[in-house]
């Protein structure tokens, strides 16, 4: 007969207060009333991943566990002033086994070894035990299949040892892609498929379950491990994420200990924790000591350089990172979506997040101001703006990779908007084939995440696209992308000299609204168009000594400028732009007659269908 799971010996997490340590050499009495009833919110401060593999443990419905995420950061072992920050392994060994007779690591480097964190008694008692129950680990080979034959030898052993000489036992695999790689099955190494069902093997055991054994696989993607392991009712997958704001004011205060923050910063170690939102503890040691140690002093200009450059650098660069410089007063038209993007944002500054859109679509012709419309949302609201570059790798599951960790780092950011240019072919769809499936995977995932209620109001998604029609539905549906905003070219006189005088101060110049000409091309300019016009009088103007935009210069530019003639295509993005409007105050009142016209969007729906056709012919 198997007895229940030992729940006195698991460690730290659940050592009944004031009993002693569990000797290196034996099981403590079993008690299995207490793994019944010990939960989590009894345990000491731990993070929430941390609590949840606790939690499963105490379940007894699995002992394996495979950790993903954010695992090359740095964790707080133990409380109070003898609390320190270390790396997972001692985390685990020293935090959630601190108790266990045996922790055992492994990894294709270093092989299999005793792991007790700082505890050199402990640590010595582990070798010595190993020694007898598995042998000399500094003999054994760093082959895995060796490892794991040793270690399967081991678990059938303590299953079928009497109750007394039975050992609890951690095993913590990092690097575990390298052991469990990702692919098909069949087509995988016999090794590799050998270490895969052995794993499988203990992780489906119902006398490893009962017993005080668990096996904890770690590697930063998830993507990169088989998916027969990470997919397994049997194995608890569990991201670790970024620190919040908590555990990055203890790790600030733990780092400057006692010196005073306000001699090399001109933040406070609150404000610091509060404003490195998607930074790692690692990534902050940096911020904090490169201050400490160089002299400069970590100022606003400091640390938006810092900051920036770590962000950027945690996300292997597919995220760009823009400071907004301008507010939606910078917009010239578009009154009612400006109203409509202003009201959002008073919402979200007074913490009223489940008003919010889970995201915007902001579609029309090319060069309208979809982008700059975006970054002018960000500046209104206040928050920090990225922009989403290519994550697409050419190596299997590169890409998944990458969005993993992306979306990992907006989670732990939040608020932030995300701005998605392309979005049409950026974010692929669920039918796309002939890349392994790995289009209709990243698709899946970027759905899920914008349909995650809990981060509305924190992660605000701007999709832009001139072909909204182009957009799988899944995406610009309720509940994703839920507010559509159709962008048109300028026809208003006084709008279009206007945006020449908003457009000449985005330049860095200026130019008085009564130099503005006579525009003859009216209708037919977009965003973009004007903006060139611009910059070219304010070329001609700087070479002929003048400091800037001269009458003269704008005048030239704009009798000789000649606007696309691409027409149909315009004629195009402009009908599926309007067919996606999900407010009629959007839309301009010209347009807005036709659309709402008896039999008008089915003309339309028409039309677009027609210029398809005759786009693709041409």
């Known amino acids: 007969m198997t007895p229940d799971r030992d729940s006195s010996s698991p460690g730290d997490l659940h050592q009944a207060p004031g009993s002693a340590p569990a000797s290196a050499s034996a099981t403590p009495p079993r008690d299995s009333s207490i793994s019944a009833h010990k939960r989590p919110a009894d345990l000491p401060d731990v993070p929430p991943w941390a609590a949840q593999l606790a939690e499963l443990y105490f379940s007894g419905t699995t002992a394996a566990f495979l950790l993903h995420g954010n695992t090359y950061d740095l964790f707080r072992i133990g409380r109070g002033a003898e609390g320190r920050f270390g790396v997972l392994a001692e985390f685990l060994a020293e935090q959630l086994f601190g108790r266990w007779s045996l922790v055992l690591h492994y990894d294709l480097g270093r092989g299999l070894r005793a ?28 082959d895995p299949a060796a490892t794991f034959a040793l270690l399967d030898r081991f678990v059938r052993q303590n299953i079928m ?9 951690a095993v913590i695999m990092e690097q575990s892609s390298y052991i469990f790689p990702s692919g098909e099955p069949g087509r995988q190494s016999l090794q590799s498929s050998s270490q895969l069902v052995t794993m499988l093997n203990w992780a489906m055991s119902p006398h490893v379950k009962r017993l005080n054994m668990a096996f904890v696989m770690v590697d930063e993607k998830l993507a990169d491990v088989s998916d027969r392991l990470a997919g397994n009712p049997h194995v608890a997958t569990i991201e670790v994420p970024l620190p919040d704001e908590k555990e990055r004011d203890s790790f600030i205060r733990a780092t400057i200990g006692d010196a005073p923050i306000d001699t090399f910063s001109d933040f406070g170690a609150a404000q610091l924790a509060a404003l490195t939102a998607g930074i790692s503890l690692t990534d902050l040691n940096v911020l904090v000591q490169s201050a400490r140690e160089s002299g400069k002093r970590l100022d606003a200009t400091v640390f938006r350089a810092l900051k920036k450059r770590l962000l950027e650098r945690q996300c292997r660069g597919l995220l760009e990172f823009i400071e907004p ?18 009201d959002d944002a008073a919402l979200l500054k007074r913490g009223a997040l489940d008003t919010l859109p889970m995201g915007y679509l902001l579609c029309g012709p090319v060069g309208t101001g979809k982008s700059f419309l975006a970054q002018c949302v960000s500046g209104e609201i206040g928050v920090p703006c990225v922009i989403l570059k290519n994550f697409r ?26 701005v998605v240019d392309e979005a049409d072919a950026a974010l692929g769809s669920r039918e796309q084939s002939g890349d392994s499936g790995t289009s209709s995977r990243v698709f899946g995932m970027i759905a899920a995440q914008m349909g995650d209620t809990q981060y509305r109001g924190r992660i605000i998604w701007m999709l832009l696209t001139a072909r909204p029609d ?10 994703r992308a839920e507010v559509h905003i159709p962008l048109f070219y300028p026809t208003d006189e006084s709008e279009i000299r ?10 860095g110049s200026r130019v008085a609204i009564e130099d503005v000409p006579p525009i003859p091309q009216r209708g037919h300019l977009s965003g973009a168009d004007i903006e060139g016009m611009v910059g070219r009088a304010w070329r001609t103007s700087l070479l002929a000594g003048a400091d800037h935009i001269t009458r003269e210069a704008l005048a030239e530019v704009v ?7 691409q027409g149909l295509e315009r004629e195009l993005q402009e009908t599926a732009a309007i067919l996606e409007c999900t407010d009629r ?4 009142p010209a347009i807005l007659k036709t659309a709402t016209a008896e039999g008008g969007r089915a003309a339309l729906q028409s039309r677009l269908t027609a210029l398809k056709h005759i786009v693709k012919e041409l």
């Open 393 to 418: 790798s050419k190596y299997v599951g590169e890409t998944e990779g990458n969005l993993e960790r992306v979306l990992s780092v907006l989670r732990a950011m939040g608020p932030v908007v995300v």
């Open 585 to 588: 105050q959007f839309l301009p």
């Open 470 to 479: 182009l957009l799988p539905i899944d995406l610009k549906r309720q509940g």
């Open 325 to 342: 410089r301008w507010t939606l007063d910078t917009v010239v038209g578009h009154d009612a979506a400006k109203q409509r993007l202003r």
């Open 498 to 507: 206007q945006m020449f005088v908003i457009l000449a101060k985005k330049l």
């Open 559 to 565: 009798s000789q400028f000649m606007p696309s003639t």
């Open 161 to 169: 040892a009497p109750e007394e000489e039975r050992l609890s036992l």
């Open 115 to 142: 792991l007790a964190g700082r505890d050199e008694q402990r640590l010595k008692d582990m070798v010595t035990l190993a020694n007898k129950r598995l042998g000399d680990l500094s003999a054994l080979s760093k």
